[in-house]
């Protein structure tokens, strides 16, 4: 018997707590052929996207989430939830496969989730930088460049604060980020300024491949300026 790459996972709502289950992909069936410039994966079967699947929209209040949630709730916000997404919610559900479409409308509930839930910028960068490498897949460049715009500044937000630390994003990525994500919406010195930032560090970065990147970049900006 074939086994599908789709699955349901069994989650606990962040914030209700009521259970449900949303849609993932077994591990085994993700090949990713290759990442572009700014760590978009491009996957070797298009029909099988884990990022389609990374939020877990929970159908009865409506708040959306991903792993990189923390479980932590400010005073307060659970009442902005209440009053901002689960009192316009029309339960609806996003368990089953997704169009990239669909996909985008998760991010964007996660995005808005996140800013209500006031998690950390480096979850709301990830979280808009997904949403910008969907739009790019659709060529809507116009709206690519402002989820860019916008994961750009938390990255900055994220490295004011430091809050990066324990997580899997090092410093080096971090700044790379920033230097890669305002070269793509134009802003050339903040570009320079961040790469230049990762190369002070490459004595001491445990990331030479990072370092290899930005050397790359800053060559290119180089030879465009010229």
């Known amino acids: 018997m074939d086994i599908s790459p789709f699955y349901a996972k069994q989650f606990n709502c962040l914030n209700c707590q009521e259970k449900f289950a949303s849609t993932k992909i077994r591990s085994r069936f993700v090949r990713v052929t290759s990442h572009e410039s700014d760590f978009k994966p491009v996957y070797s079967n298009l029909d099988i996207n884990p990022l389609f699947y990374n939020v877990s929209v929970c159908p009865h209040c409506g708040f959306s989430f991903t792993d990189e949630f923390s479980p932590y ?89 430091g809050d990066y630390a324990g997580t899997q994003m090092s410093e080096s990525r971090v700044l790379y980020l920033i230097g890669e994500l305002s070269w793509k919406i134009g802003d050339r010195e903040e570009a320079i300024r961040n790469f230049s930032r990762v190369l002070e560090q490459q004595r001491t970065s445990h990331e030479p491949k990072i370092v290899q990147m930005a050397k790359e970049r800053w060559q290119e900006i180089r030879e465009n300026i010229k």
């Open 73 to 161: 709730f400010a005073p307060g916000t659970k009442e902005t939830i209440a009053s901002k997404i689960t009192a316009h919610w029309n339960h609806r559900s996003f368990s089953s496969t997704r169009t990239i479409e669909e996909a985008i409308e998760t991010y964007k509930l996660a995005y808005l989730s996140a800013l209500y839930k006031k998690e950390k910028p480096l979850s709301i960068a990830g979280i808009t930088l997904r949403i910008a490498w969907l739009y790019r897949d659709l060529h809507a460049d116009h709206e690519e460049t402002r989820f860019l715009s916008i994961a750009r500044n938390a990255y900055i937000d994220s490295y004011s604060t």
